[in-house]
């Protein structure tokens, strides 16, 4: 292609962007939904909170599923005023009490109820929280009503597989991660620090 061909073609990708931009009009806080069975939902949601506090905006995290293991994230964003809530049980695989998970799920929801009323958080963090409704730990009717109460300006991402159709269906941007190669398949341990 010539320089001139190269110039018009992007002329023209210039002035389709440039009409998308002026096209979005409306501000509010977004619902955002990171599934699939790929690695990496998790790793987006902490890279747009780190982003949100590089703007000077408050971000709250609520971890379902997760232990208290050392956590990289954790470790750095809550000396930036990140406030982390995170079940404590561990993988539900580990423990195999349905009850006590349960209970455990119950009063982890709390903590994100609270974040999701509180207008002071720009972004909520709500990791693993499809494995909440998928497991029938939290009713996904108190999800819904709670995401469509929090304050307007706030936005939520929820990770996790399998994410339900209604929360897929109310979010306004979804990403699926699509596993296509994975070193753990290949027997290469989790590292500290890359993975976790």
């Given amino acids: 292609m010539s320089d001139e061909g190269h110039r ?9 962007v440039e009409a998308r931009v002026a096209a979005a009009i409306e501000t509010r806080g977004i619902l955002m939904v990171f599934t699939g069975n790929g690695k990496g939902k998790t790793t987006a949601a902490f890279g747009t909170v780190t982003r949100a506090v590089g703007h ?16 990289g994230e954790k470790q750095l964003l809550q000396q930036h005023g990140v406030e982390f809530q ?5 993988f539900t695989w580990d423990t195999q009490d ?5 209970a455990a799920a119950r009063d982890t929801w709390l903590h994100a109820r609270r974040m999701l009323e509180d207008d002071s958080l720009d972004l909520v963090v709500l990791d693993e ?5 998928t497991y029938d730990y939290l009713p996904l009717k108190d999800i819904i009503a709670a995401l469509h109460q929090r304050p307007t300006g706030q936005t939520v991402i929820i990770t996790g597989r399998a994410c339900h159709r209604e929360l897929r269906a109310m979010a306004d941007t979804v990403t699926e991660m699509r596993p296509v190669k994975h070193a ?4 290469i341990q989790a590292q500290r620090g890359i993975d976790w």
Wanted: aromatic share 10%; glycine share 12%; net charge positive.
């Fill in 98 to 102: 349905r009850i006590s998970d349960s």
């Fill in 8 to 16: 018009r073609r992007q002329q023209r990708l210039k002035e389709k």
């Fill in 184 to 187: 753990f398949e290949a027997g």
């Fill in 86 to 90: 995170v079940m404590a049980t561990g």
């Fill in 56 to 71: 000077g905006l408050k971000a709250g995290v609520i971890q379902f599923i997760k232990g208290q293991w050392a956590n």
């Fill in 129 to 133: 929280l499809t494995y909440m409704v």
